[in-house]
């Protein structure tokens, strides 16, 4: 069950960040953000001539004792970083890789929104209700 | 007969009627159940929502019959939330057994409480004829007489009939349709109109019965207080004064089968002026709408960007960022209910799905002969795969839509299948489904054509000239993408921002250093003048292996050159050809501050961008030591392993 979302801008920006309102969110916004270096660090490791073999799913960015980080990043540099409860029996990966296709239609559909700025918050709440779903549900 | 019993879900209290009253109550009922099953509904889906089984009375022709008992409005209002047809939505036999046994006791006087119906009543007495025809319509005397009471009710009747024409409805009430003409965006006026409004029958034979409906779905759904015909006719008020003189053909009145969302549900009028204003932004009406398109549209009507994002949302049901007939029709009622006070609602509506549109105004409305081919041909199609959905999304990922019609978007069947109403959508839906992805198919190959071509047109259409467009990946790095940007705004900057030197923009007072750079550079603004070196050289910075110091200045001195760097882009669109570094005075001529903000803003993210330039270089630079490291430990190694031996 994911205890945090956030959707990054390719400027490394926050477009929409959300967590499970008990825990301290910030918290789990200083580890989005220090995640954001390892997600950068992936990406380039697979050098330029690579990018479009790129893998988006990331996987793993870095384990703490009560978290899981994992990272996924489209073709525009867009990141979705998604923080999992350790104590959950561990998901599987590829429901991990699940959820971040889903965030990742729901985030196109929001693009698709003329009304959308690119680089705007995103406010849709389409979008929220995918990933209240997300959140709660224990995968 | 219990009448308890006999409603499916009733909510009001067991009633005991006596014979007479009995019988004339299910006469009346059958009345008002049998006027609203005329019509050519979209089918048994509906009703079976409603409540299965039981026949319910259309809140029509039950509102024209309430109204007839000629009780003031807040009575009647009273009855019908006592009678629990605003909690159960719809008017089953039970919940109008009730309401009519309050109407008896309100009429006889006495208080309307639940425990009123329990004494023996008189029959209610209703002022109009009781058959089914002239139930709608009543006695034109009487309403014209309650007309005159409010002087709103003839203007309200008068926008219903009204169809986007004002002009027609002058026949009868000439006089009083000023008052309404001239408040038009004025929703509190209509919070004044009460129940009496549907009193205005002034509709002729082809009257929509949809104010009624509108009246009692009002207290059921709108806690607000406003009357029901009132939001009703304000739609159509709505489309009036977003639109002045449209004429439209009256069409017979909507008999759909019941439900109990009445306000969303888009009358002939509406329809007729909704597919109008579809064929003047697009002649086809069997396409779609790009996304830009109906975005300059819907922005005229001066709701919140919020707002609209999110009935774009809601209507554009395969989200595909283009809007067909029936997205558009739910999309634009939507926003007409809005302007006239509705809240928006949490999903779509059943009555704005798009297949349920396609359904219930069936070709007649569109060019039958396109749709028809479409459907023959398309008849594969009708499997609604809402895994297609997750093709369509990959697909999307890609950029690239192989498109076979069947991984066309299903959204508007994701739309189905997550909608109660279309569950057990009927087969003859299906037909138009078929149609109607055929309209997704034609939608998706363009699709990416108007998602990529809507930020340009946005940064085009804002009227003022920003000179860079939206933040694009890679625009730093890839020669071309910088030269087409380059060249998309050079026709496109009017002519009015070249009032400014046709010498692009010279150097600010500061040289920098590296002016040589850009030169080297190549990439950037080959067409930007030299002048805007400091420009340029921001972005060569990320190139140049420098560390972060050397930006920075170069982003302070951005700052200033904002408008510099602006009038540059701007000239330089307009001069064409890279110039020779000239001073450019004129920044300050055309300054206008939103220009100023939307240069800041730019050279903001230009900033940002070479600074995730240069930490991608910065952690490349990393990787090589960390292999030249590598490969010094190995030849350390090697060395120790050598040396042993001699040692040895």
Redesign the interface.
């Known amino acids: 069950m994911a205890v945090c979302i956030a959707v990054i801008a390719k400027e490394n920006y926050p477009l929409y960040i959300r967590s499970t309102p008990t825990e301290n969110e910030l918290k789990f916004h200083y580890m989005v953000h220090t995640s954001l270096d390892v997600v950068d660090e992936k990406i380039s490791a697979m050098g330029k001539a690579l990018v479009d073999q790129r893998e988006l799913y990331l996987g793993l960015l870095y384990p703490t004792e009560d978290y899981k980080v994992y990272g996924y990043v489209t073709n525009s540099k867009v990141k979705f970083v998604m923080v999992v409860d350790s104590s959950n029996t561990a998901l599987r990966d590829n429901e991990i890789r699940s959820m971040f296709r889903k965030l990742h239609n729901s985030y196109t559909d929001v693009m698709c929104n003329p009304f959308y700025n690119p680089g705007d918050r995103i406010q849709s709440r389409a979008f929220d209700n995918m990933v209240t779903s997300m959140m709660i549900q224990v995968c | 007969m219990e009448v308890a019993a006999g409603g499916g879900c009733g909510a009001g209290p067991p009633l005991l009627l006596s014979d007479s009253e009995q019988q004339c109550y299910s006469e009346l009922f059958a009345r008002c159940a049998g006027a609203s099953s005329g019509g050519p509904g979209p089918g048994p889906p509906e009703a079976t929502r409603v409540a299965p089984g039981t026949a319910t009375a259309a809140a029509g022709p039950v509102a024209d019959l309430f109204r007839a008992s000629q009780l003031p409005p807040e009575t009647l209002h009273q009855i019908t939330e006592l009678c629990g047809a605003k909690r159960v939505g719809y008017f089953g036999p039970t919940q109008f057994y009730i309401a009519l046994k309050l109407i008896a006791a309100a009429q006889s006087g006495l208080p309307v409480r639940t425990e009123s119906i329990k004494c023996e009543l008189p029959l209610p007495r209703f002022g109009m004829a009781k058959s089914d025809g002239e139930m709608r319509f009543g006695n034109p005397a009487e309403l014209h007489g309650k007309k005159v009471q409010i002087p709103y009710l003839p203007t309200e009747k008068n926008s219903l009939k009204r169809m986007d024409d004002e002009d027609k409805q002058q026949e009868s009430q000439s006089p009083t349709m000023s008052p309404l003409a001239s408040p038009p965006s004025s929703p509190p006026h209509y919070q004044r109109v009460s129940l009496s409004h549907g009193y205005s029958k002034l509709r002729s034979g082809t009257e929509q019965m949809h104010p009624a409906p509108y009246e009692t779905r009002q207290p059921i759904g709108q806690p607000e207080g406003s009357s029901s015909e009132g939001p009703g006719v304000k739609p159509l008020h709505r489309q009036a004064s977003l639109i002045r003189s449209f004429s439209v053909e009256r069409e017979l009145q909507d008999n759909n089968s019941n439900y109990p969302d009445e306000p969303w549900r888009i009358t002939e009028e509406q329809r007729e002026y909704y597919v109008n204003q579809f064929r003047s932004l697009q002649p086809d009406p069997s396409s779609f709408i790009s ?2 398109v ?2 300059n549209f819907f922005t005229k009507s001066k709701l919140s ?2 707002e ?3 009935i ?2 809601l209507s ?1 049901a395969d ?3 283009a809007l067909t007939l029936p997205e558009f029709c739910a999309a634009f009622h939507l926003i007409v209910a809005r302007k006239n006070g509705y809240p928006l609602p ?1 999903g779509l509506p059943p009555t704005l799905q798009p297949e349920y549109l396609q359904a219930a105004f069936p070709k007649s409305k569109w060019e039958c002969t396109i749709f028809d081919s479409y459907s023959e041909s398309m008849p594969a199609n009708q499997q609604p795969c809402d895994l297609n ?2 093709e369509k ?1 990959s697909v ?2 890609m ?1 690239d839509f192989p498109v076979p019609t069947q991984d066309v978007t299903t959204g508007d069947d994701k739309q189905a299948l997550n909608s109660t109403a279309n569950e057990p959508s009927p087969k003859d839906v299906a037909e138009d489904t078929a149609a109607s992805k055929d309209c997704n198919s034609l939608k998706a190959r363009p699709r990416s054509r108007s ?1 990529s071509s ?2 340009i047109e ?1 940064t085009m259409k804002r009227g003022e000239n920003p000179p860079t467009p ?2 694009r ?1 890679q625009k730093t790095h890839s020669r071309a993408s910088s030269l087409d940007l380059n060249k998309v705004f050079q026709p496109s900057v009017p002519a009015a921002n070249s009032g400014l030197l046709p010498p692009p923009p010279a150097l600010p007072p500061r040289p920098c250093p590296t002016q040589s750079e850009p030169v080297s550079e190549a990439d950037l603004h080959p067409q930007l003048n030299r002048a805007p070196s400091q420009a340029a050289e921001s972005s060569p910075k990320k190139d140049a292996p420098h560390a972060q110091p050397p930006s920075k200045p170069i982003r302070r001195k951005f700052r200033p050159e904002n408008q510099t760097m602006e009038s540059q882009e701007s000239a330089a669109a307009v001069g064409g050809a890279a110039s020779a570094a000239m001073v450019k005075p004129h920044p300050t001529v055309q300054k206008q501050s939103s220009k100023q903000k939307k240069a800041i803003q730019t050279a903001i ?1 230009k900033n ?2 070479a600074n ?1 330039v240069l ?2 270089l910065n ?2 630079l990393q ?1 090589q030591l960390k292999e030249v490291h590598q490969e010094r430990i190995a030849l350390e190694n090697q060395l120790e392993q050598l040396r042993p031996v001699t040692v040895l």
């Open positions: 996304g830009s109906a975005k960007i919020p609209l994002s999110y774009w949302e554009d989200c595909d960022g949490e959905r997750m999304t999307k990922d950029a998602y809507t930020s946005e939206p933040p990946p993210r940002k961008e995730a930490a991608r952690s490349e990787q």
